[in-house]
C-alpha cells in the first residue's frame, strides 16, 4: 500500500503521524491498476441498494464523469485494505453509513 499512497510525515507531540492522500502514479503500477480494475468491477456491476456504499457511489455519480468515481472508488477501497491491514482486525462494514 506504501507504493500506491503518497504520505506526509508529521512530528507532533513526539509522534510521528502518517497521513495518507490519493492514488499518486508515481507509485506501484501493478497495484494501482488491480485497485482500479475492482472499482470499476464494483462501480458498474454492484447493484447498489444492497451494499454500504451504494448511496455514496450513485450521489457521486450525479456529480462527476464515471471515471473519476471509479477513481475515487479505487481510493477508498485502499484506504479499507490499509486500514485493515495495519490494525490487524477484520472488516466490518457498517450498513447505512454514508462513508466520506
Not at 464494483?42 to 455514496?56: E, F, Q, T, Y
Not at 477501497?77 to 457498517?94: E, F, H, M, N, P
Request: glycine letters at 8%; aromatic letters at 8%.
Amino acid at each position: 500500500m506504501q507504493h500506491v499512497y503518497a504520505f506526509a510525515m508529521e512530528l507532533a507531540s513526539g509522534l510521528l503521524k502518517y497521513q495518507l492522500y490519493g492514488i499518486s502514479k508515481s507509485g506501484n503500477r501493478y497495484l494501482r491498476k488491480i485497485l482500479v480494475h475492482g472499482a470499476r468491477a464494483v462501480v458498474l456491476r454492484s447493484k447498489r441498494d444492497r451494499i454500504a456504499m451504494g448511496s455514496w457511489m450513485t450521489s457521486l455519480e450525479m456529480r462527476v464523469p464515471r471515471n473519476v468515481l471509479i477513481v475515487a472508488m479505487a481510493n477508498k477501497l485502499a484506504r479499507i485494505a490499509w486500514a485493515v491491514l495495519s490494525s490487524g482486525q477484520d472488516y466490518k462494514a457498517t450498513p447505512g453509513a454514508t462513508p466520506a
